[in-house]
DNA sequence: TTGTAGGCGTTATCAG
DNA sequence: CTGATAACGCCTACAA
C-alpha cells in the first residue's frame, strides 16, 4: 500500500499539480470537463492529501481543541458531543485535552500551549485568570469559554444566578421557608467558591424576606459521598432545613438516597432540588435545573468556526435554563412550617 | 507576536540548526555546553517546534485517534478519561471522533479514514466487520480494539460472560430461580445482540438447573426508561421473575426507580441488578458488576504507545469484572420462591 | 561534535 | 484556464 501524492493524481489525470489543488480547493478557476477528470482520478486512485504538508504550507490545521476538566463527568460528556456535532462534516478535527490536575490547567491555560498546535480553542469550566485572559485575547487564534467567562474572551454559558433563584422560587412557592444550599465548584481549580449560585439563591430569599443562615450555605465536592455527607450536616442542625438546592445532581441524588436510608421520606419530610439535570435526575425522578450542556457545546463550538471564517468580534451568548419540576418536591412538613 | 523558527533559535545560539534539532530530539551527539546555551536560547526565546513541519517531514503526526460512539456516556467518559491519562506527558495528542451515526462509524471504520491522519487508533465499544478488520490489520498504522473484538485485532476488554455468570450466581445463593435478564447493545451498530452477557446467564442457570425461558430474556435500549418498560413487561409476565438482571446501570435504575413507585420494594418483592458500576449506581446503592472502564482505556492507550515502539505483536488482554454487593438484591420473596 | 543542504507534500504565485 | 516552481519548517544524511 503505497501513498499516493498530489503529483501522482496529476500525473494520471494528465494536468499539472496546481489544477489538482485547484480542484481539491473549490476553485471556480477550473474548466468543468477538467475538474471531473481530476475528481475521477482522485477517487480511482484513492488519493487522500497529507493534511500535516498543507497545514505546514497554509498555516492552518484544521484541528480545534477543547480543554476539559475530566471531573465532571456528566458535564463534560455532554458538552463534548455538542462540540463533535457542531463540527462534524466541518472539515475541523477535535483534539481533546483532558485536565485533571493544576499542573495540566496551567499548561493549555498558558499560550504557547503544547503539543498540537491547534486554530482555535475552547476551555470549558476553567475560568483563566487575568493574566492568562489577556494572552490568550492576543493570540493568534481564538479562544471560546464555555460555562465560563473572563474579561473581553468569548463565552458561551448560563445564568447561574438566575436557576437558583428559580430553584428557591420554586421552594417558597411550596411553603418552604427553610432552604439550604449545598453548592460546589463548577471550575475545580476556582480560587474563589461559585459565586453566581449563591447570589441567585440570596437574592431569591431575600426578596421574600426570609432570613439566610452561614449555616445553610455549604460548598463541597461534586459527588455522591460530599452530598450524603453534608445532609448530616444539615440534619444535625438546630433547626435543620426542610429543603436543600444542590449545585449538582450526584450531590443531590446522593443525599437523596441517604435521606431515606434514614428513613426520612423525599419530598414528604424533605425536599431536594438537583443541578444539570442529567440522566441521573431522570432516573430517580429528582426535581433539578435543566443546563443545556450539548446545546453549550454545540453554540460554542459554532462561535469558534465563525471566528475561524473571520467572522469576529465574537458576540457572548447565554442559553437559557429551565426549571424541571419532578418528584423530589413538595409541601415542608406541618411541624416544620410552624416553626421555619 | 512573530513566530519563533528552528533557525532563529539557532543564529541566537550561535549553532547550526543540525544542533538544535539534535538537541531537541534528545540525541547524544551535543556538547553539553552546546545542549546548554541551545536550551537556554529555547527558552528565552519561547520556541516551540511547529508540528505540522515535524509530521510532514518524519511521516509521524503524534496524534492518536480514539473512535467513541458518544451513546452510552458514563461509559465513553470514563474510558476517554483513562486514555488521556495513559497519554499524558507521552507526547502524543488524541484526536476524538464521536460516532452517533452509522455513516459516521463506517466512515471512521473504512481506512483511508477522514481528516487528521493518525499514528494509531483506538475504536470502543464497536466491532468491525471482518472486511474492515482485514483493512485495519493490513494498515500502516497500528488499532486497538476496547471492549470489542475482531480476528487478528489487539484488543482489551472485560469478559462479559463471566461477569454475567457471576451475577445469576450471586442471585442463585440468595435462594432466586426466576432470573430475568433484560440486556442491551455494547455496539448500538451490531449486526447481532450481544451474545457474551446472555450465554454466561444462560450457562449459569444451566449449571444450577435452572430452566431457561425466552419470556425472561428482553434486549432493549440502554436508558432509564427502556429499563422501566422492560420491567412492566417481566412483571405483567403470567410468572413474573423476583429477580431481574440488566445489562447496563441506567436501565437498572430507571427500572428500579419504576418498581418503587409501584409500591414494589427493592430487595424485598424484588431483586435488581445493574451493570458497569457506573456513579449511578453508587448514588441509590444498585447491585452491579464492576466494569473498569477507566483502566480499559489506558490499558489500551498504552498497549497502543507500545505498538508505536515498535513493539509488537500485542497480545490482547482482559480485564477482571467483579461483582459489587450494594442493598438492591435479597432473597426473594415467599411466595415467589415456592412458585419457581 | 557540528554545519549544510535536500526534500517531505502542499499551496500559491507567476508566467503562459 | 493551466503548468512550473518556490516556499512552508523541520529532520537527517553527509561532509567537515
Known amino acids: 500500500m503505497v501513498r499516493i501524492r498530489i503529483q ?15 480542484v481539491l480547493s473549490g476553485s471556480p478557476r477550473v474548466a468543468a470537463a477538467t475538474r471531473q477528470r481530476v475528481l475521477a482520478t482522485i477517487e480511482r486512485l484513492g488519493y487522500a492529501p497529507v493534511l500535516a504538508a498543507r497545514a505546514l504550507r497554509t498555516g492552518r490545521t484544521h484541528v480545534l481543541r477543547a480543554v476539559v476538566p475530566l471531573f465532571q463527568r456528566h458535564f463534560y460528556a455532554e458538552v463534548l458531543r455538542g462540540i463533535e456535532r457542531a463540527l462534524a462534516g466541518s472539515g475541523y478535527s477535535l483534539a481533546v485535552a483532558g485536565v485533571e490536575e493544576r499542573r495540566e490547567r496551567d499548561h493549555w491555560l498558558r499560550l504557547p500551549g503544547g503539543r498540537t498546535r491547534a486554530d482555535g480553542q475552547l476551555i470549558v469550566s476553567l475560568t483563566p485568570s487575568a493574566g492568562e485572559a489577556r494572552q490568550l485575547r492576543t493570540a493568534p487564534w481564538p479562544t471560546v469559554l464555555v460555562d465560563a467567562t473572563a474579561e473581553g474572551l468569548p463565552s458561551v454559558g448560563v445564568d447561574h444566578a ?6 428557591v422560587a420554586h421552594l417558597l412557592r411550596l411553603g418552604h421557608t427553610r432552604i439550604a444550599l449545598v453548592d460546589c465548584p463548577a471550575d475545580p481549580f476556582a480560587l474563589h467558591p461559585p459565586a453566581a449560585r449563591r447570589e441567585g439563591y440570596r437574592a431569591a430569599l431575600a426578596t421574600a424576606g426570609v432570613p439566610t443562615s452561614p449555616a445553610y450555605e455549604l460548598v ?34 446522593g443525599a437523596l438516597h441517604a435521606a431515606r436510608g434514614r428513613g426520612l ?52 451568548c447565554e442559553l437559557p435554563v429551565a426549571l424541571v419540576v419532578r418528584a423530589s418536591c413538595g409541601a415542608p412538613p406541618v411541624d416544620a412550617g410552624s416553626r421555619g
Open 220 to 253: 463541597t465536592a461534586c459527588s455522591a459521598l460530599a452530598g450524603a455527607t453534608a445532609l448530616e450536616r444539615l440534619l444535625a442542625l438546630p433547626t435543620p432545613p426542610s429543603a436543600i438546592c444542590f449545585g449538582s445532581d450526584v450531590q443531590a441524588v
Open 8 to 22: 501522482d493524481v496529476a500525473r494520471e489525470a494528465g494536468v499539472g499539480v496546481g489544477t489538482v489543488s485547484r
Open 162 to 167: 438566575a436557576a437558583a433563584r428559580q430553584v
Open 265 to 316: 421520606r423525599v419530598p414528604g419530610d424533605l425536599s431536594i432540588v438537583g443541578y444539570g439535570d442529567t440522566e441521573l435526575a431522570e432516573c430517580v425522578g429528582l426535581t433539578t435545573v435543566h443546563i443545556p450542556m450539548r446545546e453549550l457545546g454545540e453554540r460554542a463550538a459554532t462561535l469558534l468556526l465563525r471566528a475561524l471564517d473571520g467572522d469576529t468580534p465574537l458576540t457572548p
